[in-house]
């Protein structure tokens, strides 16, 4: 009985599993297509950011390189005031490139305005960290236990709770990128790091990296759902 029931609550899941994989795999294919599209000013990744810093007060913030691993690790980093590209991303002048780098830079202005939510989402990662590693053991061992104990049942509500703060920085992370990347376009824009058809191509790959965001909120609202239906029928 208890199978059945199982099987049956991954009907909750499987919907957002299949969107981040329709996600991904469009920002994979639209990065991949305009990284063999050079930027028409010819500036690579590093160039672009390092312009659109300047005009937006950031001089002092430095750009270092990712050795290795993915092209699309890229961050800024607020407690070093620092950009770090990967290695393609700050060498290259396709427009994913420079598209990319200059939404880690679209960060760096949100840190230097005190943009709410910004500061916001880093001031719960602490407590982000600790609450995803809290919620699964808690939730699956007081499922276990909940139908032989009180205090499973307990358990089962502190790790919902806890995932429940996973969820909200899902949620908080959503204006924060989106914010970015508005920045990012109206840069490349206004300064003129790009024409109009490398403007269509940036919005492109920067609007295909956002909604990976929101395939992780839906993965996680999912998750949280399907935690909940288990629960239901367990009773």
Same mark, same amino acid.
């Given at each position: 009985?208890?199978?059945?029931?199982?099987?049956?609550?991954?009907?909750?899941?499987?919907?957002?599993?299949?969107f981040?994989?329709?996600?991904?795999?469009?920002?994979?294919?639209?990065?991949?297509?305009?990284?063999?599209?050079?930027?028409?000013?010819?500036?690579?990744?590093?160039?672009?950011?390092?312009?659109?810093?300047?005009?937006?007060?950031?001089?002092?913030? *430095?750009?270092? &390189?990712?050795?290795?691993?993915?092209?699309?690790?890229?961050?800024?980093?607020?407690?070093?005031?620092?950009?770090?590209?990967?290695?393609e &991303?700050?060498?290259?002048?396709?427009?994913?490139?420079?598209? =990319? *780098?200059?939404?880690?830079?679209?960060?760096?202005?949100?840190?230097?305005?005190?943009?709410?939510?910004?500061?916001?989402?880093?001031?719960?990662?602490?407590? &982000?960290?600790?609450?995803?590693?809290?919620?699964?053991?808690?939730?699956?061992?007081?499922?276990?236990?909940?139908?032989?104990?009180?205090?499973?049942?307990?358990?089962?509500? =502190?790790?919902?709770?806890?995932?429940?703060?996973?969820?909200?920085?899902?949620?908080?992370?959503?204006?924060?990128?989106?914010? *970015?990347?508005?920045?990012?376009?109206?840069n490349?824009?206004?300064?003129?790091?790009?024409?109009?058809?490398?403007?269509?191509?940036?919005?492109?790959?920067?609007?295909?990296?956002?909604?990976?965001?929101?395939?992780?909120?839906?993965?996680?609202?999912?998750?949280?759902?399907?935690?909940?239906?288990? *629960?239901?029928?367990?009773?």
């Amino acid at each position: 009985m208890y199978y059945g029931y199982y099987d049956y609550s991954w009907f909750v899941l499987i919907p957002a599993i299949i969107f981040t994989m329709i996600c991904q795999a469009r920002i994979n294919n639209a990065y991949r297509t305009y990284a063999q599209v050079p930027c028409s000013t010819g500036v690579t990744g590093a160039e672009a950011a390092r312009a659109m810093m300047d005009a937006n007060g950031l001089r002092g913030v *430095a750009i270092n &390189v990712i050795n290795g691993g993915n092209s699309l690790v890229n961050y800024y980093d607020p407690k070093t005031k620092s950009l770090n590209l990967s290695r393609e &991303v700050y060498s290259s002048s396709s427009v994913s490139s420079v598209c =990319i *780098a200059c939404h880690e830079v679209g960060h760096a202005i949100q840190d230097a305005t005190h943009y709410a939510p910004l500061a916001l989402r880093n001031g719960i990662v602490p407590v &982000v960290n600790l609450t995803q590693m809290m919620s699964w053991p808690l939730i699956f061992f007081g499922l276990i236990m909940s139908t032989a104990s009180p205090y499973g049942s307990l358990m089962f509500l =502190i790790g919902v709770i806890c995932f429940l703060f996973v969820i909200f920085f899902h949620l908080i992370t959503l204006p924060v990128e989106f914010n *970015a990347s508005n920045r990012a376009l109206a840069n490349l824009r206004e300064l003129h790091l790009v024409n109009e058809e490398d403007y269509v191509g940036s919005r492109t790959v920067l609007k295909a990296a956002a909604m990976t965001y929101v395939a992780a909120l839906a993965t996680a609202i999912a998750s949280l759902l399907r935690v909940l239906v288990l *629960a239901r029928r367990s009773r």
